[in-house]
């Protein structure tokens, strides 16, 4: 693949810019805004069920995704700016992932408004974030200036040219699953700030590889915004980043996959993410069906799976990890044997850089 985005020094010097503006805006503004969050005592509220040892975040301030994206739009606004030119692919992919940072936005301010673990309702945030996700590959298909082919990028220089369809769907449920699943792995002080910086880097060169100079600009944009958020937000956390930040980070990852055709290389960058959903439906779905249930009538084994599926049934059933998402299984083993949740995200951290670094090489070496 091709590597001239980084062997320009023209273009070095715009991704070193792109890279260091959100982070210089970021690290600017975060004591100011975790001072005012405290002030106004707007905190993280934790799950009841959630691990014991996270009862003393309950006071640390949330929404801290507020800054990193403002970080990221001021740079995009200045790129613009400097450039004197709009560029509308890179406009899109920032306009869906604002939107699903709003979502975010709404469901903290219920949880805040709630003082509660409690925020929007979960089917109606799905339904949302379906229908953002078709509506942006719907907008990529048909909308001039942003009107393009749509190719699947594949090893070798390959391309697979995408049904506009398939890709309607596609973007439909690649919204909604990379927000929900980013949102269920944001669980841990510096864990999914780090795991999504990292992603980002190699989504980066990958967009720079493909040519997509522009989106590699804002991929490098984030990765610069969140490297000043995870100053604040390691362990133990100053501030937590949020649904806000969560399902904005889900809707960018998102939007620059779909947008770029680059799907095939996500999938293994993701592999974490994928894990953790996994990992929860998996949980709900055993402690459903082993639940000890007599039907009053003669049921098929079929109809009663389909029941203890769909309907609350009385009675306790069993787990398969210790707590879910995945990463809570590992903080709740792991500390039984006096490993810190600190190194339990580091753990998380390294496995992703291993991944990053995998699927980055096979992309550039194919």
Same mark, same amino acid.
């Given at each position: 693949?091709?590597? +001239? /985005?980084?062997?320009?020094?023209?273009?070095?010097? *715009?991704? %070193?810019? &792109? @890279?260091?503006?959100?982070?210089?805006?970021? !690290?600017?503004?975060?004591?100011?805004?975790?001072?005012?969050?405290?002030?106004?005592?707007?905190?993280?509220?934790?799950?009841?069920?959630?691990?014991?040892?996270?009862?003393?975040?309950?006071?640390?301030?949330?929404?801290?995704?507020?800054?990193?994206?403002?970080?990221?739009?001021?740079?995009?606004?200045?790129?613009?700016?400097?450039?004197?030119?709009?560029?509308?692919?890179?406009?899109?992919?920032?306009?869906?992932?604002?939107?699903?940072?709003?979502?975010?936005?709404?469901? +903290? /301010?219920?949880?805040?408004?709630?003082?509660?673990? *409690?925020? %929007?309702? &979960? @089917?109606?945030?799905?339904?949302?974030?379906? !229908?953002?996700?078709?509506?942006?590959?719907?907008?990529?298909?048909?909308?001039?200036?942003?009107?393009?082919?749509?190719?699947?990028?594949?090893?070798?220089?390959?391309?697979?040219?995408?049904?506009?369809?398939?890709?309607?769907?596609?973007?439909?449920?690649?919204?909604?699953?990379?927000?929900?699943?980013?949102?269920?792995?944001?669980?841990?002080?510096?864990?999914?700030g780090g795991t999504s910086l990292l992603v980002l880097v190699a989504m980066a060169a990958i967009l720079a590889g493909v040519k997509q100079p522009a989106l590699a600009q804002l991929a490098l944009m984030a990765v610069g915004a969140l490297a000043a958020f995870l100053l604040f937000n390691r362990y133990p956390a100053k501030i937590f980043m949020g649904d806000t930040g969560s399902l904005f980070l889900g809707g960018l990852i998102a939007a620059l996959t779909l947008a770029s055709g680059t799907l095939f290389w996500f999938i293994p960058l993701a592999i974490i993410y994928i894990a953790e959903s996994l990992s929860v439906i998996v949980q709900v779905a055993y402690f459903k069906l082993s639940k000890p249930y007599v039907p009053e009538k003669p049921m098929s084994r079929p109809g009663l799976i389909w029941l203890k599926l769909t309907k609350r049934l009385p009675g306790e059933g069993k787990r398969l990890l210790r707590m879910a998402p995945l990463h809570h299984h590992f903080e709740a083993v792991l500390a039984e044997r006096g490993v810190p949740e600190w190194q339990v995200v580091a753990a998380f951290w390294l496995v992703q850089l291993a991944v990053c670094l995998s699927v980055v090489a096979l992309f550039f070496l194919s």
């Open positions: 693949m091709s590597i +001239d /985005l980084f062997t320009n020094q023209e273009a070095q010097t *715009t991704l %070193l810019y &792109a @890279l260091l503006l959100p982070f210089a805006i970021a !690290l600017a503004l975060y004591p100011a805004y975790i001072a005012w969050l405290k002030a106004n005592e707007i905190r993280q509220f934790v799950r009841e069920e959630g691990p014991k040892s996270h009862a003393v975040k309950a006071r640390t301030p949330t929404t801290g995704g507020v800054v990193f994206i403002a970080s990221i739009v001021i740079s995009c606004l200045a790129l613009a700016a400097h450039d004197r030119a709009c560029d509308w692919q890179r406009l899109q992919v920032l306009i869906l992932a604002l939107l699903c940072g709003l979502i975010g936005f709404f469901d +903290d /301010l219920a949880k805040i408004i709630n003082k509660a673990n *409690t925020g %929007l309702p &979960a @089917l109606a945030r799905l339904v949302v974030e379906l !229908l953002l996700g078709a509506a942006f590959a719907l907008l990529i298909l048909t909308v001039a200036p942003l009107k393009q082919d749509i190719v699947l990028h594949l090893p070798g220089g390959a391309h697979w040219p995408m049904p506009p369809w398939l890709f309607v769907c596609l973007g439909s449920f690649l919204v909604a699953a990379t927000t929900n699943s980013l949102n269920l792995h944001d669980g841990m002080d510096g864990l999914a």
